[in-house]
């Protein structure tokens, strides 16, 4: 049976309700599992990354970042799974298991070399003695220094708690 290129706009087009019903269907199937799985919608609600990102806003969460075990790269940003996937983090990862890190005069060390933090735009006054991580442990916090330390939510963390990074 063949169609014209005209039939075969119309039946596109203007599809039957089967059709629309099969197209439904199919968008169910494909996207239910890539926004549950791969591209995870997130929320942004907090300062505690400002000014790199909002206190309000919408970002999805790249999970093929971190399939395989990936760890991405010091001073990336990551989601971080705090409660489930109901309440996740968006954080800066600072450093790794094996590593020691700590805060100073409002100056971030890790393995005591100074840190450079170009993202770090406003004023700090931390001091936090010096932890060690294990080695499945990270260490992460976020960009609004300007908060107290205790305002944070953070640091160490467990590896297996990354979700994924931001998609933008």
Request: charged content about 20%.
């Amino acid at each position: 049976m063949k169609f014209s290129a005209k039939e075969l706009l119309s039946v596109l087009l203007k599809p039957s309700p089967k059709m629309q019903f099969i197209r439904i269907v199919l968008l169910i199937v494909i996207l239910f599992p890539w926004f549950k799985y791969v591209c995870i919608p997130q929320v942004i609600s907090g300062k505690s990354m400002a000014p790199t990102y909002p206190a309000f806003g919408f970002n999805f969460c790249w999970t093929p970042a971190v399939w395989n075990n990936k760890i991405p790269k010091r001073q990336s940003v990551v989601i971080m799974k705090y409660r489930g996937k109901e309440q996740m983090l968006l954080k800066r990862i600072i450093a790794f298991g094996g590593e020691t890190v700590f805060f100073y005069h409002g100056k971030l060390f890790v393995n005591d070399k100074m840190l450079n933090e170009p993202y770090v735009k406003y004023p700090c006054k931390w001091d936090s003695k010096p932890i060690t991580l294990k080695k499945d442990e990270v260490y992460v916090i976020g960009d609004n220094r300007s908060m107290s330390f205790n305002q944070h939510i953070g640091g160490v963390m467990k590896k297996s708690k990354i979700a994924g990074v931001p998609l933008w």
